[in-house]
């Protein structure tokens, strides 16, 4: 197998694009994937100061090397959430890695906000599913993490197989609310609440393991132990065998729905709820609740 | 198990509805399903004249049953495909299913219409897929047939499944026109061109196959050997890998999109293209091509 590109020897074969690459091309076509999806949606500037989200995982360290490379001001945030061994080592990959990009790492222990608790322990508190609890505190800590830190766009390492996926299970079950608000871009409504912005969209798993691996980027290979049985993964799959029997489909789907967003930002008479910003009377950031906002209500649940 | 209605000991469970049912309310259920559909997309009346599409399959057989015992006007409608001995015993149960409620089934054969040759052999001839040819010509052969016999409405048996399938592929690969004339309701929007309606929409295959074995009635078990390999059957999989998962999905999913199909309509420029129809010169029914029709133009490449 060659590279389709240079005639050298290939090291990978991606069939939803129909090309082979050698390793030196492989990282090539990734950076080429994150300037057209930064490009395609005006996500970042140079003169951006920005927070990229890093668990230590492949995607978190391969977005912040890739714009950190491209001369990006990009330092990172990351969240120790208790979980024994796998935030340990989450946490060591992610200080380790900023190390070597000599970037600021800024870190939150959920134990030092929730009375010493880790994240299994505050959502059994709280009587509330894990995934749900921790995604409403990671929201939050990296919004206010950013604002506090005066940077001006969130990065996150969502991919291919993240956004489709998501997009896969709005659609069959027609989540309006969230088919308005998925997109690669979710701008700053209030003064307060921080651009997010997802470089990695066009990119698969597979092809950003490769390029950690070609790159040498020591991440954590394990998924979140709650993550298992999660019906995310369970799309991820199905949607998988619709890839393999159609391969490019996955970024036909994902190209295809921001193209026809405006339609569904239609279909939810309630996407611009933001805009309508209340703040919490506790914290003073923006909350769609009347007074307190959810994480706050979570730390009095927790604590009380 | 009992049976949810009258406490009988019931034949089938029916997870989406997570209900059990006798043969009895079974038979209720059905029938109270195709009431539905016919009310809340006002399919058809008493008045009407309806022509249903009869394969001798247990979905044709099934909608014609209903129909007819709930008082509707129901002639069938059968195409020979001349497939060997698939469509000898195809005619055949649509032979005697029409002896049976007394009604009359107009038979055309395709190959009185394309000298002498059967469903295969046109389609090699034309250079064209077989189920894409077959489509064709039963569209237009059901629609000239129902405008020549003076029908005011085509029914067809399409299920649940053929329809959440089908939308499931357009929306994974945004066919923007389908989605957009995808309704359990085609209005005429020209003279001759006779409106089709689809009853059998909120039930599932098992759904139908069960009542028809209450029933009675006698259908051709096999599909059509073409089938085989279709997207269309492998997209059916897919869904029902899903709808194990969550049952009823496949409901809601149909539903889901019928409340917000005028979105869907906007999506696509082309949908309203049939309203300005041309007719062809051949056979003078409406086309969008400027001269001769789809089918006379396949007639001229299979006899020529």
């Not at 390793?23 to 500037?45: G, P, S, Y």
Request: with cysteine.
């Amino acid at each position: 197998m060659k590279c389709s590109v240079c005639k050298k020897p290939a090291i990978i074969k991606l069939r939803a694009h129909n090309v082979s690459f050698c390793e030196k091309c492989l990282q090539d076509f990734v950076k080429r994937r994150v300037r057209e999806a930064i490009n395609n949606f005006k996500m970042i500037t140079k003169d951006d100061k920005i927070l990229v989200a890093v668990s230590g995982g492949k995607d978190s360290l391969a977005v912040w090397e890739i714009l950190h490379n491209m001369g990006y001001d990009v330092d990172g945030f990351h969240i120790d959430l208790g979980i024994d061994s796998y935030s340990e080592l989450s946490t060591e990959k992610s200080i380790e890695f900023s190390k070597k990009l000599d970037r600021k790492l800024i870190i939150a222990d959920v134990r030092d906000h929730f009375d010493g608790k880790n994240i299994f322990e505050i959502a059994k508190k709280a009587g509330r599913v894990t995934c749900s609890v921790c995604g409403l505190i990671k929201r939050y800590l990296m919004n206010s993490s950013a604002y506090k830190g005066g940077y001006t766009v969130l990065v996150t390492g969502h991919n291919l197989d993240d956004e489709s996926a998501a997009l896969f299970g709005n659609l069959m079950f027609w989540r309006d609310n969230y088919l308005a608000s998925q997109y690669p871009v979710l701008p700053a409504t209030d003064p307060k609440l921080i651009r997010k912005v997802k470089p990695l969209i066009y990119l698969t798993e597979r092809e950003i393991a490769a390029y950690n691996i070609v790159k040498g980027i020591d991440y954590i290979y394990d998924e979140c132990p709650f993550a298992e049985g999660a019906t995310s993964i369970f799309m991820k799959k199905e949607l998988n065998n619709i890839e393999k029997k159609s391969p490019g489909m996955k970024l036909k789907l994902l190209k295809g729905f921001f193209r026809r967003h405006d339609v569904f930002k239609e279909l939810s008479e309630n996407s611009n709820n933001l805009e309508t910003n209340h703040y919490c009377s506790v914290c003073g950031f923006p909350t769609m609740a009347d007074d307190k906002c959810a994480y706050c209500r979570l730390i009095d649940k927790v604590k009380g």
